[in-house]
């Protein structure tokens, strides 16, 4: 069979079903071979990156699952370096797959001949161009094990033409996945961790997205119920343990952080991180973060710990191997009566929590961005997978929205490219048809990849898409204050053929019906309930992208820090009586 057949024949055999890409001249023999071979459903993006951030929504949606994106020669392997990029900030597998000139004039500037495998390497765990087409097998074989080995993360493939069509002897019903490698703790190791964790009085867990990826988010929770130890998901580990656990502490930051939170936080004496790897928007400045605590660091990639500072204990371990080995020790301790009593740290936590909320309940018109989050909470159950990427929209979600489960706050954490929701939300909703999936967008990530809605009306892929209108590059506006400008960040224009809209530019409606989706304007706050309602009605009725704009307030500034998380600026009012935060998780206690 040909080389590309062979590609596509060990997609199969690696339980690859679905793929995400755009044809072109120098791909076509792999999508001959995808044609041919069938079992694996393409869905055609309307833009390469597109296809790339389609592929890590799909892969961040289940355990097990690799997205794979497709593309031609030259510029479709530099679009999808940005997803290259996202992906290997996170720890997500993904397989992207480019065509290549033919191996003899690759040197010679033919047309589209890029040297793409220079070009991913730094994004990429490995970016490889196949010179000989006896080589595809094993190079397929070896870009599965290494996205599954140890950290978590993409690979390229560059197949010239040429070497596509060569015919191999391969054999499909002979071929093996090669076992994926993943350091796991000992016992020994557990056992000190533990020790030291029970010397604090007041401790924490630090539960990274590394759990997510190992798929142990169960055994972080029996693990933090058995000790009784409070956890403080990350922005990539949220979901790990309910909002409405007992254990839960709430998320830590500059940014995507709640009041309760970092004063939780602050309060600590000792730090378990598991899978997590010390963001500096998490952080903030080391000092203030370390000062008076130990910590102990697990993670499944060895020169991860001590990257941002020295750890009292360092453990390499896969998340999962070693959450096996803190559940069984912690058995063992309860058992023999060993473990300290945490339920008052415990009760403390919780204290906080219910006193230390933000205001989401304003009747302003235009809406402040929070009362769309409260409605959210009431319109959205905790079966809805969010998927959003960066900007005032992100953050602001982040500290008032609810998650229950893992992989359910789908969110690009390091990379925050503008215009990932839409593809990302896509690959979601096409790797989980049976859950609903809610984007939450900013008017310019929205702008950046809005082409990717045709994808879904075309497809048949519902969602529902909150986007939130200002007509600002908001979190950049915000940023600027430290400079005392406002430039080149003001996107209002009054566009001439929906005057209706004032200085709100883009009517982001007719953009959306015009590519084959719903959409509906919310202005009035009271409104937003019944819209998103609505919207999942459309949604499920006409199987396509709803997208339910509201018209926010020009400029809100959203609570965040510059540097360090005891001096979080909280710019509106605080919650001070229990109808400011209707929907938050505690009631309000003053």
Known sequence: MTAARAAVEILKREGVTNAFGVPGAAINP??????AAGGIDHTLARHVEGASHMAEGYTRTHPGNIGVCIGTSGPAGTDMITGLYSATGDSIPILCITGQAPTAVIQKEDFQAVDIAAIAKPVAKAATTVMEAAQVPGVFQQAFHLMRSGR???????????????????????????????????????????????????????????????????????????????????????????????????????????????????????????????????????????????????????????????????????????????????????????????????????????????????????????????EMNKAFGPETRYVTTIGLSQIAGAQMLHVYKPRHWINCGQAGPLGWTI???????????????????????????????????????????????????????????????????????????????GVYGVDHVKVAEGLGCKAIRVTDPSQLGAAFEEAKKLAAEHRVPVVVEAILERITNISMAAAEIDKVNEWEEVATEPGHAPTAIKPLKV
Do not use: C
């Open 152 to 374: 978590p993360g993409p690979v390229l493939i560059d197949l010239p033409i040429d070497v596509q069509l060569t015919e191999i002897d391969f054999d499909p019903e002979l071929y093996e996945p090669l076992p994926a490698f993943k350091p796991a703790a000992t016992r020994a190791q557990i056992e000190k961790a533990i020790t030291l964790l029970n010397e604090s009085e007041r401790p924490l867990i630090v539960a990274g997205g590394g759990i997510i990826n190992a798929d142990a988010s169960d055994l972080l929770v029996e693990f933090a119920e058995l000790t009784g130890t409070p956890v403080i998901p990350t922005l990539m580990g949220w979901g790990i343990v309910p909002d409405d656990h007992e254990l839960n502490a709430g998320m830590v930051g500059l940014q995507t952080s709640h009041r309760y939170g970092n004063a939780n936080f602050l309060e600590s004496d000792f730090v378990l991180g598991i899978g997590n790897r010390w963001a500096n928007r998490h952080t903030g400045k080391l000092d203030l973060y370390t000062k008076g605590r130990k910590f102990v660091h697990v993670d499944v990639e060895p020169t991860q710990i001590g990257k941002i500072f020295a750890p009292d204990y360092g453990i390499a371990s896969d998340a999962k191997a070693a959450l096996e080995l803190f559940v069984e020790v912690a058995k063992e301790l309860k058992a023999a009566g060993k473990l300290p009593d945490r339920s008052d740290w415990a009760a403390s936590t919780q204290e906080r929590k219910a006193q230390l909320q933000r205001r989401t309940h304003f009747d302003d018109i235009p809406m402040k961005p929070q009362r769309v989050y409260e």
């Open 423 to 501: 593809p990302a939300a896509l690959g979601v909703a096409k790797a989980d048809p049976e859950t609903p999936v809610v984007a939450l967008s900013g008017d310019y990530d929205f702008q950046f990849m809005i082409e990717e809605l045709a994808v879904g009306a075309q497809h048949k892929i519902p969602y529902v898409h909150v986007l939130v209108n200002n007509a600002y590059l908001g979190l950049i506006r915000q940023a600027q204050r430290n400079f005392d400008i406002n430039f080149q960040v003001n996107l209002e224009f009054e566009n001439i053929n929906s005057p209706e809209l």
């Open 30 to 35: 792999f999508y001959a071979a995808l044609k």
